[in-house]
Protein backbone atom coordinates (compact mmCIF):
# COMPACT_ATOMS: atom_id res chain seq x y z
CA UNK A 1 0.00 0.00 0.00
CA UNK A 2 3.17 2.51 0.77
CA UNK A 3 4.08 1.75 -3.06
CA UNK A 4 0.85 3.09 -3.91
CA UNK A 5 0.90 6.09 -1.96
CA UNK A 6 4.38 7.22 -2.82
CA UNK A 7 3.32 6.31 -6.33
CA UNK A 8 0.88 8.95 -6.40
CA UNK A 9 3.02 11.35 -4.56
CA UNK A 10 6.18 10.86 -6.97
CA UNK A 11 4.93 10.57 -10.37
CA UNK A 12 3.05 13.11 -10.52
CA UNK A 13 -0.05 11.48 -10.70
CA UNK A 14 -2.80 13.36 -9.05
CA UNK A 15 -4.54 11.51 -6.16
CA UNK A 16 -7.37 13.60 -6.29
CA UNK A 17 -8.21 13.46 -9.91
CA UNK A 18 -9.95 10.25 -9.19
CA UNK A 19 -11.98 10.99 -5.72
CA UNK A 20 -15.04 12.65 -5.40
CA UNK A 21 -14.63 12.94 -1.64
CA UNK A 22 -12.04 16.10 -2.20
CA UNK A 23 -14.90 18.28 -3.80
CA UNK A 24 -15.37 20.37 -0.60
CA UNK A 25 -11.70 20.74 -0.35
CA UNK A 26 -11.76 22.16 -3.94
CA UNK A 27 -13.81 24.97 -2.93
CA UNK A 28 -10.58 26.41 -1.22
CA UNK A 29 -7.58 25.09 -3.42
CA UNK A 30 -7.25 23.18 -6.97
CA UNK A 31 -6.23 19.66 -6.94
CA UNK A 32 -2.56 20.46 -7.49
CA UNK A 33 -2.79 22.66 -4.54
CA UNK A 34 -4.22 19.79 -2.49
CA UNK A 35 -1.14 17.30 -4.28
CA UNK A 36 1.58 20.18 -2.96
CA UNK A 37 -0.10 20.05 0.66
CA UNK A 38 0.22 16.85 0.80
CA UNK A 39 3.70 16.28 -0.40
CA UNK A 40 4.67 18.68 2.46
CA UNK A 41 2.81 17.39 4.98
CA UNK A 42 4.63 13.84 3.97
CA UNK A 43 8.39 15.39 3.13
CA UNK A 44 8.11 18.46 5.37
CA UNK A 45 9.71 21.67 4.66
CA UNK A 46 11.23 21.25 0.94
CA UNK A 47 12.97 24.10 -1.30
CA UNK A 48 10.92 25.38 -4.69
CA UNK A 49 13.16 22.80 -6.58
CA UNK A 50 12.24 19.94 -4.46
CA UNK A 51 8.43 20.74 -4.39
CA UNK A 52 8.43 21.11 -8.14
CA UNK A 53 10.53 17.98 -8.71
CA UNK A 54 8.04 15.91 -5.70
CA UNK A 55 5.14 17.11 -7.56
CA UNK A 56 6.65 16.75 -11.28
CA UNK A 57 6.15 20.48 -12.08
CA UNK A 58 8.14 22.88 -13.73
CA UNK A 59 9.77 25.30 -11.48
CA UNK A 60 6.91 28.04 -12.97
CA UNK A 61 4.09 26.28 -12.57
CA UNK A 62 5.10 24.91 -8.81
CA UNK A 63 5.64 29.24 -8.18
CA UNK A 64 1.98 29.78 -9.52
CA UNK A 65 0.46 27.11 -7.00
CA UNK A 66 2.94 28.44 -4.34
CA UNK A 67 1.75 31.97 -5.00
CA UNK A 68 -1.90 31.07 -4.49
CA UNK A 69 -1.43 28.87 -1.59
CA UNK A 70 0.62 31.67 0.05
CA UNK A 71 -2.17 34.15 -0.39
CA UNK A 72 -4.66 31.43 1.62
CA UNK A 73 -2.58 31.64 4.01
CA UNK A 74 -1.54 27.66 3.33
CA UNK A 75 2.16 27.76 3.33
CA UNK A 76 4.60 30.60 4.11
CA UNK A 77 8.02 30.56 2.12
CA UNK A 78 11.02 32.32 3.20
CA UNK A 79 14.60 32.75 2.01
CA UNK A 80 17.44 30.02 3.38
CA UNK A 81 19.54 30.97 5.68
CA UNK A 82 22.72 29.12 3.92
CA UNK A 83 21.55 31.03 0.36
CA UNK A 84 20.06 33.57 -0.23
CA UNK A 85 18.34 32.58 -3.75
CA UNK A 86 16.67 29.19 -2.50
CA UNK A 87 13.00 29.91 -1.23
CA UNK A 88 12.14 27.31 1.91
CA UNK A 89 7.99 25.98 1.52
CA UNK A 90 6.84 25.39 4.67
CA UNK A 91 3.05 24.44 5.86
CA UNK A 92 1.27 27.12 7.98
CA UNK A 93 -1.13 25.68 10.60
CA UNK A 94 -3.80 26.45 8.17
CA UNK A 95 -2.25 24.59 5.76
CA UNK A 96 -1.27 21.18 7.96
CA UNK A 97 -4.80 20.96 8.49
CA UNK A 98 -5.87 20.99 4.93
CA UNK A 99 -3.31 18.79 4.39
CA UNK A 100 -3.79 16.00 7.16
CA UNK A 101 -7.57 16.13 6.26
CA UNK A 102 -6.70 15.86 2.53
CA UNK A 103 -4.40 12.78 3.71
CA UNK A 104 -7.13 11.03 5.63
CA UNK A 105 -9.29 10.90 2.09
CA UNK A 106 -6.72 9.68 0.29
CA UNK A 107 -5.42 7.09 2.65
CA UNK A 108 -9.91 5.99 2.31
CA UNK A 109 -9.27 6.20 -0.78
CA UNK A 110 -6.00 3.60 -0.57
CA UNK A 111 -7.77 1.46 1.72
CA UNK A 112 -11.10 1.11 0.03
CA UNK A 113 -8.74 -0.26 -3.08
CA UNK A 114 -7.27 -2.51 -0.69
CA UNK A 115 -10.47 -3.95 0.02
CA UNK A 116 -11.85 -4.26 -3.33
CA UNK A 117 -8.99 -6.52 -4.67
CA UNK A 118 -6.46 -9.62 -3.45
CA UNK A 119 -3.22 -9.63 -2.92
CA UNK A 120 -2.33 -10.97 -5.93
CA UNK A 121 -4.26 -7.95 -8.03
CA UNK A 122 -3.25 -5.25 -5.74
CA UNK A 123 0.66 -6.11 -6.39
CA UNK A 124 -0.30 -6.16 -9.98
CA UNK A 125 -2.54 -3.45 -9.96
CA UNK A 126 0.77 -1.77 -8.53
CA UNK A 127 2.51 -3.03 -11.40
CA UNK A 128 0.75 -2.06 -13.69
CA UNK A 129 0.29 1.82 -12.26
CA UNK A 130 4.34 1.77 -12.07
CA UNK A 131 4.75 1.34 -15.34
CA UNK A 132 2.35 3.11 -16.80
CA UNK A 133 3.30 6.53 -14.88
CA UNK A 134 7.18 5.44 -16.59
CA UNK A 135 5.31 5.27 -20.07
CA UNK A 136 3.57 8.82 -18.91
CA UNK A 137 6.64 10.41 -17.92
CA UNK A 138 8.42 9.81 -21.20
CA UNK A 139 10.71 7.04 -19.21
CA UNK A 140 8.91 3.71 -20.77
CA UNK A 141 8.90 2.02 -23.74
CA UNK A 142 6.55 3.08 -26.47
CA UNK A 143 4.91 0.85 -29.09
CA UNK A 144 2.73 1.56 -31.24
CA UNK A 145 -0.33 -0.97 -31.27
CA UNK A 146 -0.10 -3.52 -33.74
CA UNK A 147 -2.78 -3.38 -36.51
CA UNK A 148 -3.50 -6.22 -38.82
CA UNK A 149 -5.46 -5.10 -42.19
CA UNK A 150 -7.62 -8.27 -43.15
CA UNK A 151 -9.91 -8.41 -46.37
CA UNK A 152 -13.42 -8.60 -45.50
CA UNK A 153 -15.09 -10.26 -48.47
CA UNK A 154 -18.63 -8.66 -48.68
CA UNK A 155 -21.46 -10.20 -50.56
CA UNK A 156 -23.20 -7.65 -52.62
CA UNK A 157 -26.85 -8.74 -53.31
CA UNK A 158 -28.11 -7.18 -56.88
Known sequence: MQQLYDLFLKTGLRPFAFMTDTLHLEQKVTRSDLSALLILLIRGDLTMSELAAEMGAPL??????AKRLERKGFIARATSA????VKLVTLTQEGMQLAKESEHIML???GRLEAAFTQEELEQFTTLMLKAAKVFQGEGP???PETKITAV???IEE
Open 60 to 65: SSMTSI
Open 82 to 85: QDQR
Open 108 to 110: IML
Open 142 to 144: VRL
Open 153 to 155: KIK
